[in-house]
C-alpha cells in the first residue's frame, strides 16, 4: 500500500512539473503575440495608421480585355461585348423604396429584380455593392447616366461580356467560358496565376476557350487608389496596367464551315478539313451544336438538362472525342502498307470469290459481292474486302500497327483542342494490356482479318482520319494539325505565328502513293463514289467508306430492319484537287448507312466551295 | 420534485464556474466583434447566437458524462473518426480545392473536427490502461496512432486541422511521460527546422524548388509570410490588410464598429479567420492584451484542472485538450499579426462557424467533466 503511494505521489509530482512547463510555454508564446501587438500598434502604429486612415489606399485588381477569336478571313467567333450594370450601395443610396420608386420612372424593374434586390440588401455589408439590374440597354444606362446625380450610392458599371456572334457554327472549335469554378481556382491555384484572376469572373471551358486561355486572358493589371473615408477612390497613386489578352485568328473559314455544317442537313456526325500543305484546320464540325452563348453567364437548368441528356450528345466534340471503326476509308492506307511491305505489288491479282476463308470461318464481302481477279487499283475502287482480308495471312497485325502508327492512327494529333481522345490502333502489346484474362490476352489471326478492313478492335477519331488523309494528300509529309494560325499580341502589335513545317516525314515511295491515289481518283469516276462526284471539274481522290456497329451474324444487312441508333455509320476520306491538293478531308456521319448515299455527298459539296472558289479571282483572301 | 430540485443541483454543481465564465465573457466579445465584423446583425449574427446556445447545451452534457463513461467510448470515438476520414478520402466532397467534407445523407460532417476531440480522447484511454507498465512500444504506438489521422488530414489538404490533431497527439504524449531525452531534441529540431527557413529563404521560395512533402498553394503561404509584396494581389494580401488594421488599432483602438480597414472590407475573411483583426482595430492593444489574457487564463484553468485530476486519463484529456485550445489561439492571432504563415485556423469562441464551436464545447464539456467528478474515493 505505502510502495502504491509513493509512486502515484511520485508520478503526480512528474506531472505537474511537465504541467508547469507547459504553463510556462504558453505564457512566452503569448508574450511574443503581445511583443509583436505592441510592435504593430505602438512602434509601427503612425505609419500602419497613415496607411489605414488618412491615405487609405486600396488594392485594385484591373482584369485584362479578353481576346477576340476570328477565322483566317477576320470573320468574328468570340468578342466581347459591353454590357451595363446598375448596382447601390447600401450605406449610401438613401432609402430602398423611394430609391426604386424613382428609378423604375426610366429604367424598368420587373418583381424578380425588385425582390432580389431587397433581399440581398439584408444580406450584404453597408458598404458593398448590390446589384440591381443587368443588361441595360444604351437608353436606359444613358438616360441613368443623365440623372445619376439623383442618385447618390448607385452607379452604372459597364461589364465585358463574352459573346459568340456564330451562335452553334463551329461551337466545338470555339468551345465558351463561364464562371470560374472550384476546379479551375484549384489549378489556378497549383499554378501560382491565381492572382493574376482577381478581377477575373471568367475563364474558358471548351475549345480554344480553354486550350488558349492562357494566350486569350491577358495579365491583370494592378491599381492603387487613394479612397475616401468612405472607401469612394479619390485619385491613383500608383499604377500598372493591365495587358490585354491576344486575338487568335484561326485557320478556320467560317463560310466553309457553314457550308459544311449545312451539308449535314441534320444529321448526327462529324467533319474535319485539313489543308495537307501546311496542317491548318480549314473546316471542323461535329453534328448537333449547341449554343456557347448559354454558357457565358451561367447555363439554366432546363437548357443544361436538354443538352446533356439528349441522346444526340450535342455538347461531344465528336471529330476529336468520338472513336469508330473507319471500315473502308482504312483501306488505302492498308493498301500503302502492303505495298511497303514488299507484300503485294500493284499488279499482284488476287482472286476474290466474294469471301475470304482462315481455317473454318469464312469473312464474306459487303453484299456478298464476287469481284473476280482483283487487283490493288480495282481492290480500291470497287471496295473489295477479300482483297483486304486475304492480307491476314501475309501481314501481322504488329506490322501493321508500326505501319499506321505514324500516320497517327490511334495517337493524339495534338491539335490545340481539349477532349481529344486516342483511340486504339490494335497491336499484340495493345491486347496484352487491355485484357484480363490470359485466354483474351492472345492476338488471334481472325482479329488481324477484321483491322484490315477497318474494323474489329480499331477505334479513330475523324481527327485522326482526316490527317492521315492529309499526310497521303501530301505524300508522307506529317503536319501538326492546328486550328489557331496566329496569336496577335495586341500591345505591341506583334503577330506569333503557330509553326507549319512538318514535325516528321514517313518516308513513303512516291510510287505507291500515286498508285493508290489514282485508285482513289478512279473512285470518284467509276466507282462507289462516281455518283457524288458526277461532272466535278478538278480532278479528286477519295474512298467511302461503311462502318458496321451490328453484328449481323452472316445474315443479310437490312437497313430498314435495324434499329436507327445500330444502323451502319457513313464515312468519307479524300482529298482535292488530287494532283497538289488544298484540301483533305474526312466525314462520318453517324447511322447514315452507305458512305456513297450520304457521307460522299457532302464531301463534294465542301471540296467544291473550298477548290472552286480558290480558283475564282474574287476571293477575298485565299489560303498560303 | 425534490429529484428534479437534484436533478438541476447536479447540472449545475456539472459546470466548472471559472472555465464556464471565462469562455462566457469571450463569446459575449466574440458576439459584439462578429457584428461589428459582419457590419450590422444579419443572418450570420443570429446563427452565430443560435449556435452559442446549442454550444451551450452539448457543453453542459458532456460535463455531466463521468470521465470513466468518457474512457469507454474512446476506443470507439477515434474508429469512428477514422473511418469517416478514411470516407472522407473516397466519397468526401470537394470544395475550395480541399475535400474535407463528408455528406452523411441526414448532415453533412467533417470528420476531421471530430478527430480533434477523439484522438486526445484514446490517447489519454490508452496511457490509463498501460499506467504503470509504460514502455517505449507504447509511445511508439501512439505515435503512429497520431501520425495516421495526421496524415489523412494534410492529405485533404488542411494543414490548420492537420497541426491541430497532430498538436494535440504530441502533448498526449508529452503529458504521459514522454522521456525528455526525446522531447528535448525533438524541440531543438523544429527551432533548427523554422530557423533554417527562414534563413534560407531566397533559395527555399525559388519557384523551381519543390519542397516535397507540402502542396504547392502550402509552400506559397509560408513565402508570402517571408515576404507578403511578392503577391499583392493574390496570397499576400491577406497579411498586408490584417497586419495594417491590427497597426491602425493602436493602444486604444479606433472604436467599435469604426475600424475603417474592417468596415470597408480590406480584411479578408474578417468574419471568420481574421476577425481578431477587426477586434484588434477596433479595441487596440488595450483589447488585444486583455483578449490574449483572458484565453491565458482558459488555458491555465484548463491545465489547473489537468494537474488536479488523479488518474492518468484525467490528467492526459485534460492537459492536451487545454494545449489544443493554446494552439487555436497562439496560431490564429499569430497568423493574423503576420508571425505564422496563413494556415485556417479559427479563433475559439470569435470566428463566425458552427462546427468549430461544437468541437471547442466538447473540449469545454471534456475539461469540466474532468474537473467536477474528481472521486470522492480513490477508485483503487
Keep these: ?624 | 420534485m425534490i429529484s428534479l430540485f437534484n436533478l438541476l443541483l447536479r447540472g449545475v454543481r456539472a459546470i466548472d464556474w471559472p472555465l464556464f465564465l471565462i469562455a462566457a465573457l469571450l463569446c459575449a466579445m466574440g458576439l459584439l466583434v462578429l457584428q461589428s465584423a459582419v457590419g450590422g446583425t444579419d443572418w450570420r449574427f443570429a446563427d452565430q447566437s443560435r449556435y452559442f446556445v446549442i454550444a451551450v447545451a452539448i457543453m453542459w452534457i458532456v460535463a455531466i458524462v463521468p470521465p470513466a463513461w468518457l474512457a469507454r467510448v474512446a476506443p470507439l470515438a477515434y474508429g469512428v473518426a477514422l473511418a469517416l476520414l478514411i470516407g472522407v478520402m473516397f466519397f468526401g466532397e470537394t470544395s475550395k480545392g480541399a475535400t474535407r467534407w463528408l455528406d452523411l445523407g441526414i448532415a453533412r460532417i467533417q470528420p476531421s473536427e471530430i478527430m480533434k476531440i477523439a484522438l486526445p480522447l484514446l490517447l489519454a484511454w490508452y496511457f490509463q490502461r498501460r499506467e504503470q507498465r509504460l514502455t517505449a512500444f507504447d509511445f511508439l504506438l501512439a505515435f503512429v496512432l497520431v501520425a495516421i489521422p495526421f496524415f489523412l488530414i494534410v492529405r485533404q489538404p488542411d494543414l490548420g486541422t492537420a497541426l491541430l490533431v497532430g498538436v494535440s497527439g504530441i502533448a498526449a504524449l508529452y503529458f504521459a511521460g514522454l522521456s525528455f531525452k526525446l522531447v528535448v531534441p525533438a524541440v531543438v529540431l523544429v527551432m533548427a527546422g523554422v530557423g533554417t527557413v527562414l534563413f534560407f529563404e531566397d533559395s527555399l521560395c525559388a519557384p523551381q524548388t519543390d519542397w516535397v512533402v507540402l502542396h504547392e498553394y502550402q509552400k506559397g503561404r509560408v513565402c508570402t509570410l517571408l515576404d507578403p509584396t511578392t503577391d499583392p494581389l493574390g496570397k499576400g494580401f491577406h497579411t498586408i490588410q490584417s497586419t495594417i488594421a491590427v497597426g491602425s488599432g493602436g493602444l486604444y483602438g479606433q472604436g467599435y464598429m469604426s475600424g475603417t480597414q474592417a468596415q470597408l472590407d480590406f480584411v479578408p475573411e474578417r468574419t471568420t479567420d481574421f476577425i481578431f483583426a477587426v477586434f484588434a482595430e477596433e479595441f487596440g492593444l488595450y483589447g488585444a492584451l486583455t483578449l490574449l489574457v483572458l484565453f491565458a487564463l482558459l488555458i491555465i484553468r484548463g491545465l489547473v484542472i489537468a494537474s488536479r485530476a488523479t488518474d492518468t486519463f484525467g490528467r492526459v484529456l485534460a492537459a492536451s485538450l487545454s494545449v489544443v485550445f493554446f494552439v487555436y489561439v497562439f496560431v490564429n492571432i499569430g497568423m493574423v499579426i503576420g508571425l505564422l504563415p496563413v494556415v485556417g485556423v479559427p479563433l475559439p469562441f470569435f470566428s463566425y462557424g458552427g462546427t468549430a464551436l461544437m468541437t471547442l464545447a466538447v473540449a469545454l464539456g471534456l475539461l469540466m467533466s474532468i474537473s467536477r467528478h474528481q472521486p470522492v474515493l480513490d477508485s483503487r
Design chain 1, 1 to 624: 500500500m505505502f510502495d502504491f503511494k509513493s509512486a502515484a505521489q511520485r508520478q503526480r509530482g512528474l506531472f505537474r512539473f511537465r504541467v508547469s512547463l507547459a504553463v510556462l510555454a504558453v505564457l512566452v508564446a503569448f508574450s511574443v503575440l503581445g511583443a509583436r501587438l505592441w510592435v504593430l500598434q505602438v512602434q509601427d502604429h503612425e505609419g500602419l495608421l497613415s496607411r489605414a486612415d488618412s491615405n487609405r489606399t486600396a488594392v485594385l485588381p484591373l482584369p485584362p480585355r479578353r481576346g477576340d477569336i476570328m477565322d483566317r478571313n477576320g470573320e468574328l467567333l468570340a468578342r466581347n461585348a459591353l454590357t451595363y450594370t446598375l448596382a447601390a450601395v447600401p450605406a449610401e443610396m438613401g432609402d430602398a423604396d423611394e430609391l426604386l420608386e424613382q428609378l423604375s420612372e426610366f429604367i424598368f424593374l420587373n418583381d424578380y429584380q425588385r425582390k432580389r434586390f431587397r433581399r440581398q440588401l439584408g444580406e450584404s455589408g453597408r458598404y458593398a455593392e448590390v446589384p440591381l439590374r443587368n443588361d441595360l440597354t444604351d437608353t436606359e444606362a444613358a438616360y441613368f447616366a443623365a440623372q445619376s446625380f439623383r442618385f447618390p450610392g448607385v452607379s452604372l458599371k459597364a461589364r465585358w461580356v463574352r459573346q459568340y456572334p456564330q451562335g452553334q457554327a463551329a461551337a466545338h472549335v470555339v468551345g465558351y467560358v463561364g464562371r470560374i469554378a472550384e476546379s479551375d481556382i484549384k489549378r489556378l491555384e497549383a499554378t501560382n496565376a491565381l492572382g493574376n484572376y482577381r478581377g477575373t469572373d471568367v475563364i474558358g471551358k471548351k475549345g480554344i476557350e480553354k486550350s488558349w486561355e492562357h494566350v486569350l486572358h491577358g495579365t491583370t493589371g494592378i491599381e492603387s487608389v487613394e479612397v475616401t473615408s468612405r472607401g469612394r477612390p479619390m485619385r491613383t497613386l500608383h499604377r500598372i496596367d493591365p495587358v490585354p489578352g491576344g486575338n487568335l485568328v484561326l485557320s478556320l473559314d467560317m463560310r466553309l464551315q457553314r457550308i459544311a455544317e449545312e451539308a449535314f442537313e441534320g444529321r448526327r456526325g462529324a467533319l474535319v478539313a485539313i489543308d495537307p500543305r501546311n496542317g491548318e484546320v480549314l473546316a471542323f464540325v461535329s453534328q448537333p451544336s449547341f449554343d456557347p452563348n448559354l454558357f457565358v453567364d451561367g447555363i439554366d437548368h432546363e437548357s443544361w438538362r436538354a443538352l446533356n441528356e439528349s441522346e444526340d450528345f450535342p455538347l461531344i466534340n465528336r471529330p476529336v472525342y468520338g472513336t469508330y471503326p473507319i471500315g473502308s476509308t482504312f483501306k488505302p492506307f492498308v493498301a500503302l502498307a502492303a505495298l511497303a511491305n514488299g507484300k503485294r505489288q500493284a499488279d499482284t491479282r488476287i482472286y476474290d470469290p466474294g469471301y475470304f476463308e482462315l481455317g473454318k470461318t469464312r469473312f464474306r464481302n459487303a453484299g456478298s459481292v464476287a469481284y473476280g481477279n482483283v487487283d490493288l487499283h480495282k481492290s480500291l475502287v470497287v471496295s473489295s474486302d477479300t482483297y483486304y482480308y486475304s492480307l491476314a495471312s501475309e501481314m501481322t497485325i504488329d506490322s501493321l500497327h508500326d505501319f499506321m502508327k505514324p500516320f497517327g492512327f490511334g495517337q493524339k494529333t495534338g491539335i490545340d483542342l481539349d477532349t481529344e481522345r486516342q483511340g486504339v490502333l490494335p497491336s499484340t502489346e495493345w491486347k496484352k494490356k487491355s485484357f484480363k484474362k490470359k485466354e483474351q490476352q492472345r492476338w488471334y489471326p481472325g482479329e488481324t482479318v477484321s483491322v484490315l478492313i477497318g474494323q474489329g478492335y480499331s477505334a479513330f477519331t475523324i481527327m485522326q482520319l482526316a490527317q492521315a488523309t492529309a499526310v497521303l494528300a501530301n505524300g508522307g509529309d506529317y503536319f501538326k494539325p492546328h486550328l489557331v494560325r496566329t496569336s496577335q499580341n495586341l500591345t505591341d502589335g506583334t503577330r506569333d505565328v503557330v509553326s507549319t513545317t512538318p514535325t516528321h516525314s514517313l518516308g513513303l515511295d512516291p510510287d505507291h502513293v500515286r498508285a493508290v491515289t489514282e485508285a482513289l481518283e478512279e473512285v470518284t469516276i467509276t466507282g462507289t463514289a462516281r455518283r457524288a462526284f458526277k461532272d466535278v471539274a478538278y480532278p479528286v481522290a477519295g474512298k467511302t467508306g461503311t462502318a458496321q456497329l451490328f453484328n449481323l451474324k452472316g445474315s443479310q444487312y437490312n437497313k430498314e430492319e435495324v434499329d436507327e441508333r445500330l444502323r451502319d455509320h457513313s464515312l468519307f476520306m479524300g482529298f482535292a484537287p488530287s494532283k497538289d491538293p488544298t484540301i483533305a478531308l474526312a466525314i462520318l456521319v453517324e447511322n447514315a448507312g452507305w458512305g456513297s448515299e450520304i457521307a460522299a455527298p457532302i464531301a463534294r459539296r465542301v471540296m467544291d466551295a473550298w477548290v472552286l472558289r480558290e480558283r475564282t479571282p474574287l476571293a477575298e483572301s485565299s489560303p498560303p
